[in-house]
Structures are given as C-alpha cells and as structure tokens.
C-alpha cells in the first residue's frame, strides 16, 4: 500500500492537503470530503481520523478540510463569504479556483462513488433541518448502498432510534459537489448529515466514519474482519442531562446542505 500527499491551491489561504492511499490490490476508487462548511466539525474531524486509515483493495482518496479557511474560523464560509457547497456548478468547470482544484482531482481519479461529510443542526421530519439524513445521488447502485448504510447505523449506532433514525433523502442540492459528482459523471454521490441537536461530538464523529466504513466496504476497499467502527449500539445520542428532545422546531433552519 502507498500513500501520496499533495496540496491544493498552496501558498494560497485555502491550501489543504488531499491524502491518495493506494492498495496493492486492484480495486474501485473511493473519495471521501470533509470540512466543506467548516463549522459542521464531525465531518473534518473524521477525515482527519480517515485518512489514516488502511485499504485493502482499490483507491481511497481523503479531502478531510476541503475548505480551510472555513475550518479555520469553524464557520459555513470563508471570511469573504464564500460557501464552497454552491461552487460546484452542473456540466460546466468550477470558477471558484478552490472548486475548480477539487473537481480536478475528481476528474483525475473518477471514482466509482464519493461521499461527503455534513452536520444539520437539527432532525429531518422534525425541525426544519436535514440532520440524520443521508442525501443520496440515484446514479448506479447509490439507492442499494444508502438503505443498506442507514439500516446499519440505524441498527448498531443510534440508540434512541424513534428521533435519531437517519433517513434516505435527495438528491443533494445543486451547487454541492456531491450533486455535480453524481449527476456530471453519473456515479454514486451522498452526503451524509448528523446532528448536533443534543448530541455529542463524538457520537456525530462516530456516525460520519460509519458510514465512510460501510461506503469502503460495499464497494470492496476494506475486506477485513475487523471494523474500524465497531458496532456500538448501546451508546447514547443525546449529551449527557438532556432530557428528551424538544420536538418543536429549533432556532433557524440550515440550508439544504
């Protein structure tokens, strides 16, 4: 197995790096994005963790803080405003220069699915939000794979399953580069969304690798027995001394995604 390391945009505020592990085995490619909004931290986070992570067949590419100057101030946009998930434009090259290095890597690499990592402040069905979603591109196999991966969170992840269930939804809102992903090169494209509504930090960390794990299995990049994210139904959703939910709706809605 290789791993190559190469920087977008350097020298630049938005330069960030992009992690390309190779297997020794042939197999599909896999690209995994956190950090688009900087402020939804689970996705970041657990691309930073990813990124480390072993193959064992085909390619796995990590952009685990795509946007850093978002990541930076761990806010939706860059100081100037800039929200990276609507500079993905359908059937036509990114002007956005971050955007346009991003697709480019997605052109060199045309994998064969590509998940990226959110966070909605609150529950889909319930508040005005998509979190506990998982936004899906019906391209290929990508309706197979996102009930097989919701069924599988909803079973050994989420313990207060009535509220936390994650569902299927989509498609992935147009400007975003898992929509352009899908729908220009036509391959399976999600992104998957937790929430922060009375969760932890490290439950929302937990969801975003689950599904990252369950995306490398289904498509045959990790084959071993032993998970990276073992099942751990029993571990609570909400933060410590909440309570139940409050079923109304929260403060503001967050945008598509």
Do not use: C
Request: without cysteine.
């Amino acid at each position: 197995m290789t791993r190559e390391v190469r920087t977008l945009r350097p020298g630049t505020a938005d330069a960030t790096d992009v992690y390309i592990i190779r297997s020794a085995m042939p197999g599909p490619t896999v690209m995994i994005v956190g950090g688009v909004h900087g402020d939804e931290t689970s996705g970041w986070l657990a691309g930073r963790e990813i990124k480390d992570w072993e193959i064992d067949a085909g390619t796995l590419v990590v952009l685990p803080e795509a946007h850093k100057q978002a990541v930076a101030r761990q806010r939706r946009t860059s100081a100037a405003g800039v929200d990276l998930n609507r500079q993905f434009p359908l059937g036509r090259r990114p002007t956005n220069p971050l955007a346009r290095e991003i697709w480019d890597v997605v052109l060199e690499f045309q994998p064969d699915a590509l998940l990226d990592m959110h966070e909605g402040w609150g529950i889909f069905g319930i508040h005005d939000s998509v979190g506990q979603t998982l936004i899906t591109y019906p391209a290929g196999d990508a309706q197979s794979f996102a009930q097989h991966a919701t069924s599988y969170l909803n079973t050994h992840h989420v313990n207060n399953q009535r509220t936390y269930s994650f569902r299927v939804v989509g498609p992935p809102i147009e400007g975003s580069l898992a929509r352009k992903a899908g729908q220009d090169l036509g391959i399976p494209a999600f992104i998957a969304e937790s929430t922060v509504y009375q969760t932890k930090p490290e439950t929302r960390i937990r969801w975003q690798k689950a599904f990252a794990e369950e995306l490398l299995r289904w498509y045959g990049l990790l084959t071993r027995p032993e998970r990276y994210v073992p099942p751990e139904y029993r571990i609570q959703a909400q933060a410590p001394g909440e309570g139940t939910p409050d079923m109304a709706a929260g403060p503001n809605a967050d945008a598509a995604a």
